[in-house]
């Protein structure tokens, strides 16, 4: 019946006809080659930019789509060209009292507004460049392809400035072709699209109008002509760096200090194979200074997944990210396989040091795409040996290898294909030193657009072994994914299908938590973007989602959610989502493989977002969710601040506090019995942050955070062969309620004196409690919590960025 249901899903949104066809139209601007370069001074006195034709008649996106822009506050971008690099200059006008100039860090935009150019410059509407600078001379850059969306962590060296007068304000940018990969050709043409946002007005517009009823950014670009006998440069260039760190944590303990120091030092490469492929390696990185991680407190069977924060795993890692395959997290930061410690222990003996991150020795990354639009990359990394520190009864100690030395593979093969499609080969794969298992995973991707890029099929298959060892034979897995729908349009629809037998594991490399499932899922949207009398813009959407389990083919769940959000014309904007899940089985929420019947559940959410642009703004969402079983309940508040107190100067504060009232789930295996608790649970997060400009290159970010969470058991159940509870008559386990703390500040400053380098001065402190008795009172935990050992870090590192070719030209006579 419930086969049968999406079935007349499916056909009777394949049935739907969209009336209103698209018609792209791509704008051709031309580059003039200049043999004299400008200078980057934000004004356009020189004689080269004269009888340049400008790019004008901008459109808007948001909040009206399809209005041209006033020719009293019209746009005009100019290009220019030489051997070296393309040069830019946009002339923006607008009253002076109009334009917003927060001064914020390099790579965030802010309360500001901006112009921004994207490049295409293989032309295959899948992969760009963008180059953005706001209005008080920050810049931002990023990577686009049609994967990963927008990669804001990829960096470029390249040069901008801005004046501000009393009618507009003008940028002006360098862009090396050293920050661009491009085809030989000896005439090329570009795609490119220029974007324009005036923060007040809450008003963003294209040069060639992006529609936001069709499906993609690139694909909506138009045409840069005239790029004639232009070469990539040798694109060599390195990053030295230098560190030092003190730290201070009360151990107290004999033969441990207490404050210890380090000095580091490593080096960041980046080549240019060719002017399409580019070698990044890294030598003994330095990762201690990046922002530390929201921890909470876990009460599911599944790990939590982190952020990647460290800049070369995330910096132009969109080809490996394909697939959801690669996890970075994995390397040197939360490895997927320890040898377990218990078992090497000898009588009276105890841990007493086991780290849980090793260190990354070095990594490496290839990666580009041909003129035939072939991406590939290759990425390698090695991470070196873990020890844990052991000692007996007697003081003596000893050290048990618990993570081997690891080598780390990815390989990428992506084609793109015409109307944005392409076709994917991934692998990954773990090598470990010594008699530790070995992982391999292997994928093939599609993506397969219609020539208006409206209809589409996109999917993969997935094959992961994992090789055996003492004696124990490998596993071989498999997954499926397949997915189609209308993504273009007024209505929009999708269904998926997703499979895994019991074997498939990725999770040595990638995020996993669980296998052995046979999801469907249907998404329907119905978006209008013309603006009404009382909103700008109206997105509605209907899911609905059903999974069993493959092997046996047992019903797990069935959930369906709705909703609408609407943004008013004030620019505040709110949205509502529904949610109901039926009665259910879960079979790994008891750690053991039996299964647990879940209650049904059903709630709402409201979230009300302010328009940003007012200096002082606010919002949040409160929910609320009904269990049937137990009369459980959910009640989650969030709020959040912002004050601008001026260019220079901001502050914000969230709160979020959820409760649960009389919850059931997992609490401890007893006697060989699979125990639940019915609990209530408190949590509270409070998380400060501000940050302080000098300039456009310096300023100061801080990040104060405190994490409180309890569990508190009220009642204890058996958990039956059939799924049930029943009332557990033994002894209270003792130890199972939890009361978690964590503290964390991060204060960082940075100051960046030349492009691409920087000194940063950063100082951490940390501190962590994990109790089994509750402590009552939010102030009492923050009292505690702020009187218990504090992990403090105070760490100076500086980064020079040295260009070979700017080395070569400067020992020319």
Request: glycine content about 8%; hydrophobic content about 30%.
């Amino acid at each position: 019946m419930k086969l049968t249901v999406f079935t007349l899903l499916i056909a009777s949104c394949c049935l739907y006809s969209y009336a209103q066809k698209t018609v792209p139209v791509s704008k051709n601007i031309k580059a003039k080659r200049v043999t004299t370069a400008p200078k980057i001074d934000g004004i356009f006195d020189e004689a080269v930019w004269k009888d340049v034709i400008p790019a004008t008649g901008f459109i808007e996106n948001n909040p009206l789509p399809g209005r041209i822009e006033s020719h009293e506050r019209r746009t005009e971008v100019r290009f220019l060209y030489d051997d070296d690099a393309i040069y830019v200059a946009a002339r923006m006008l607008s009253p002076r009292d109009s334009i917003s100039r927060e001064l914020v860090s390099r790579d965030e935009i802010g309360s500001a507004d901006f112009i921004g150019v994207v490049f295409d410059t293989f032309l295959d509407k899948t992969n760009g460049y963008g180059f953005y600078v706001t209005a008080a001379g920050v810049q931002f850059d990023a990577k686009y392809s049609q994967v990963g969306g927008e990669d804001e962590n990829w960096n470029a060296v390249w040069e901008s400035s801005v004046k501000v007068d009393d009618t507009g304000w003008n940028a002006e940018f360098r862009i090396p072709y050293s920050a661009l990969r491009f085809s030989d050709k000896e005439v090329q043409s570009w795609g490119l699209n220029l974007v324009r946002k005036r923060f007040l007005e809450n008003s963003q517009t294209f040069w060639n109008f992006v529609d936001p009823k069709v499906n993609g950014f690139l694909n909506q670009s138009g045409i840069l002509e005239g790029l004639e006998k232009i070469e990539a440069p040798l694109r060599l260039s390195f990053t030295p760096y230098v560190s030092a760190y003190a730290n201070h944590y009360p151990y107290h303990t004999p033969g441990v200090k207490n404050a210890s120091a380090s000095f580091n030092g490593g080096m960041d490469v980046k080549y240019g194979i060719n002017k399409s492929f580019t070698l990044d390696m890294t030598l003994i990185p330095d990762f201690g200074q990046v922002q530390s991680d929201s921890r909470i407190l876990n009460l599911t069977p599944f790990e939590v997944k982190f952020d990647e924060n460290r800049s070369f795993f995330t910096e132009g890692t969109e080809l490996f990210n394909k697939g959801d395959l690669f996890y970075s997290r994995r390397i040197g930061t939360s490895p997927s396989y320890f040898n377990t410690l218990s078992t090497q222990l000898k009588p009276g003996e105890t841990v007493v040091k086991s780290p849980q991150e090793s260190k990354v020795l070095n990594a490496t990354k290839i990666s580009g795409r041909t003129a035939k639009g072939l991406g590939v990359g290759v990425f390698n990394a090695i991470t070196n040996t873990m020890y844990a520190e052991v000692e007996d009864t007697e003081g003596n100690r000893r050290k048990i290898e618990n993570q081997p030395l690891t080598n780390y593979n990815v390989l990428v093969l992506d084609q793109s294909l015409k109307n944005n499609s392409s076709v994917s080969v991934i692998n990954t794969n773990i090598l470990r030193e010594g008699a530790a298992y070995d992982a391999n995973v292997s994928a093939f991707l599609f993506s397969i657009n219609d020539k208006d890029t409206r209809y589409y099929v996109n999917g993969n298959g997935k094959l992961s072994y994992l090789t055996g060892t003492d004696g124990n034979p490998g596993s071989t897995g498999y997954s499926y994914l397949i997915e189609t729908g209308n993504q273009s349009g007024t209505f929009t629809w999708s269904y998926t299908q997703q499979l895994a037998d019991r074997k498939f594991d990725p999770s040595d490399m990638g995020f996993y938590t669980n296998n052995n499932f046979f999801d469907q899922s249907v998404v329907l949207h119905y978006n209008i973007y013309k603006p009404g009398k009382w909103y700008n813009k109206i997105l509605t959407y209907a899911e609905f989602e059903y999974s069993r389990m493959y092997k046996p083919g047992a019903y797990q769940s069935f959930s369906a959610g709705a909703g609408p959000y609407v943004q008013l014309k004030n620019f505040w904007s709110v949205e509502l989502n529904v949610h109901y899940n039926a009665v259910g089985t879960d079979f790994y929420e008891a750690r053991n493989g039996m299964k647990y019947q879940t209650p049904e559940n059903y709630g709402f959410y409201v979230y009300v977002n302010p328009n940003r642009a007012k200096a002082y703004n606010f919002g949040g969402h409160v929910g609320f969710t009904k269990v049937s079983m137990a009369g459980g309940n959910n009640y989650d508040t969030y709020f959040f601040q912002n004050l601008r107190l001026s260019n220079r100067f901001n502050v914000g504060l969230d709160l979020r506090y959820e409760k649960n009232n009389s919850y059931i789930n997992w609490v401890a295996a007893n006697d060989s019995q699979t125990l639940f608790s019915r609990y209530d649970r408190n949590t509270i997060e409070n998380s400060f942050d501000c940050k302080y400009s000098f300039s456009n290159k310096m300023g100061i970010n801080a990040r104060i955070r405190h994490y409180w969470s309890d569990r508190r058991n009220k009642d204890y159940y058996l958990l039956n062969t059939d799924g049930t509870l029943s009332d557990y008559t033994g002894t209270a386990p003792s130890g199972t309620d939890r009361n978690y703390n964590v503290f964390n500040i991060d204060l960082v400053y940075t100051w960046q004196f030349a492009p691409g380098s920087e000194l940063s001065i950063t100082y951490k402190d940390i501190s962590e409690t994990n109790e089994d008795f509750y402590t009552s009172r939010y102030s009492r935990n923050i009292s505690n919590i702020l009187n218990s050992p504090q992990n403090n870090s105070l760490s100076v590192k500086m980064l020079y960025f040295i260009d070979y070719h700017d080395l070569r030209k400067k020992k020319k006579p």
